[in-house]
């Protein structure tokens, strides 16, 4: 199931992340991946160059300093004062530093210090304390090499610089920086740039939004086309008359075509199949060879003279069945029954496979009445139409034949009780083309719905019920009023069984209420064996039922061995 929770849907506990909003996450990684990692190696790359510059400028600033020891030494020579020669290449070297730990150095060959001028006054030079710089410088002056690059070491980190020996002053001048000075630069340099990368993917992010949106609004809307779908359990056709020409639109057009063909299938299959399968495997259960002993009540409904009417008729009886089915099928329907079965002109109804608010047998009484009532309804409108006709001319004897078949009429019985329910067949998992199940109903509550159903030709009733039907019904409703027909043993039982007429009383005016009344005491009196009072009172009752009684009695008296049943001869 479906539902909308927050910024995004949900199918069951699973958010469903729009495809848009995961492309354009993948891609701001990737941005932003693609960009950290060239500018690092961007910077890495030229660190080396910026040292070489860094180198050069050092150097220009030492043969400054060099000179100006050069100048300075030649004033020592005539004043002697050394002190201040050493201030004034001091001032010289700290003119040109440009980072926190720049520094110049005069150092002798011994180690010893001449001058220290360094842009951080905590820095302490003591002496040169890089033994292995010292030696390094040493050695490649005895190879006759006086200048060059140096990395050298105080006690306050590592540094770089180029030096140049000093012949005169006899000392080594050099020009330094501090290694993290540089270091701390170029991460300076890369913060910058990444909050540059920040802000622009930022930028880029508004507009991918923006653009994506747009480019998968079509998308979006095909998911939420899909999420009705699946929450209404019903295929339908993604709307694709606004959508770009695109894989995506190809997409949805093939699912519209296949829906197409599956809601083909499902429809053919709906009517082929009971209601209750198809809820059954529209929820996704399997459908197999089961099933299992059920209450449930029967109704059997089937048409009178259909051998008549198929004579008279013909081929055509197929279109008048068609009419007929259409209207019981939906009466069966509208009261939750299911139908089991049609078999040429009967129907086999099922009621209490589907969820109610009432009774199986109150629903199956009240598929009863509507299914009388419609085909009555068919035959009135053909009377009318066969008083039009003959208000012009008169209806030959074969059209006189036609309109006789297609009054079509039903009886109705009901019964209910324990039945087997389930699907029978084959069910070949390996080829499904060989398989095939039905739908059944198995037991002796079957057969006695079709024998009451027999019984309405012989009482003149559209409906017949069991005492089952009747029991249950008035535990729950007193809409129908029932009233006992007879006690009949049909052929293959050896017990006889009350059957009952449901009248409903929302129809019912007193006249029939006096009659059926009057029937019932004629009847009790016909149990009894008094037949010559309930000949008086079928009588006076002048129903259609009563003939049956009185053609059974005539002028007889009851036999020696009177039970009150009555015995079929046949089904």
């Not at 020579?77 to 720049?102: H, I, L, Q, W």
């Not at 990444?194 to 998911?223: A, H, N, P």
């Not at 089961?290 to 209450?295: A, D, I, L, P």
């Amino acid at each position: 199931m479906s539902r909308k929770t927050g910024l995004f849907s949900k199918v069951g506990k699973t958010r469903i992340i729009p495809i848009g909003l995961k492309i354009l996450l993948i891609f701001i990684c990737l941005i932003l991946l693609s960009n950290f990692a060239t500018n690092y190696i961007s910077l890495q790359l030229s660190q080396r160059q910026l040292i070489n510059l860094n180198n050069t400028i050092m150097v220009e600033q030492l043969k400054e300093l060099y000179n100006n020891a050069t100048n300075q030494f030649q004033i020592y020579t005539y004043s002697n004062n050394k002190d201040e020669c050493m201030e004034s290449m001091r001032k010289v070297a700290s003119a040109g530093f440009t980072n926190p730990n720049s520094v110049a150095l005069s150092v002798r060959i011994d180690g010893n210090m001449g001058f220290v001028v360094s842009n951080n006054r905590n820095s302490i030079w003591s002496k040169f304390s890089d033994l292995e710089a010292l030696v390094e410088m040493n050695n490649r002056l005895a190879d006759g090499i006086s200048e060059g690059s140096i990395n050298f070491r105080n006690i306050d980190g590592d540094y770089i610089g180029v030096y140049k020996y000093h012949e005169d002053w006899e000392t080594y001048i050099i020009r330094g920086e501090k290694r993290s000075d540089l270091s701390e630069n170029n991460l300076k340099i890369f913060l910058y740039i990444s909050l540059m990368i920040v802000g622009l993917t930022l930028i880029f992010i508004v507009i991918g939004y923006i653009i994506l949106e747009k480019e998968f609004s079509t998308l979006k809307s095909f998911t939420s086309d899909l999420i009705r779908m699946q929450k209404n359990k019903q295929l339908e056709l993604i709307d694709i008359s606004n959508a770009s020409n695109d894989d995506v639109t190809y997409m949805a057009a093939s699912f519209n075509s296949l829906s197409t063909q599956v809601n083909s299938l499902l429809g053919t299959f709906q009517k082929f199949v009971s209601k209750d399968i198809v809820a059954k495997a529209y929820s996704g259960q399997d459908v197999g060879l089961e099933g299992s002993q059920e209450e449930l009540t029967m109704l059997f409904s089937d048409v009178k003279s259909f051998t008549y009417r198929t004579e008279t008729l013909g081929n055509d009886i197929i279109e008048v069945l068609n009419v007929h089915y259409n209207r019981v099928i939906h009466n069966v329907h509208e009261n939750t029954g299911i139908v089991g079965s049609i078999i040429g002109d009967a129907i086999l109804a099922i009621y209490g496979t589907l969820e109610s608010k009432m009774s199986k047998s109150y629903n199956a009484i009240r598929s009863a009445w509507d299914i009388t009532h419609a085909t009555a309804s068919l035959r009135q409108s053909m009377i009318v139409r066969r008083e039009e006709i003959e208000k012009t001319r008169q209806l030959t004897e074969s059209e006189d034949r036609v309109f006789k078949a297609v009054m079509v009429d039903v009886g109705v019985g009901i019964d209910g009780g324990n039945v087997f329910y389930g699907t029978i067949g084959r069910n070949d998992i390996s080829d499904p083309r060989q398989s095939h199940m039905a739908n059944t109903v198995i037991g002796d509550t079957v057969n006695s719905a079709s024998r009451l159903e027999g019984l309405t030709r012989i009482y003149h009733l559209p409906v017949i019920v069991s005492e089952y039907v009747k029991n249950e019904v008035l535990k729950e409703s007193a809409r129908y009023k029932f009233f006992e027909i007879d006690t009949v043993q049909v052929k293959g039982k050896t017990e006889g069984k009350k059957i009952f007429f449901p009248f409903d009383s929302n129809e019912m005016d007193d006249s029939i209420l006096v009659k059926f009344t009057i029937f019932e005491e004629g009847l009790s009196a016909y149990y009894k064996g008094d037949w010559k009072s309930a000949r008086k009172l079928f009588k006076e009752a002048d129903l259609d039922v009563t003939q049956v009684f009185l053609e059974r009695m005539g002028l007889k008296s009851a036999p020696e061995d009177w039970s009150g049943i009555w015995t079929m001869t046949t089904k």
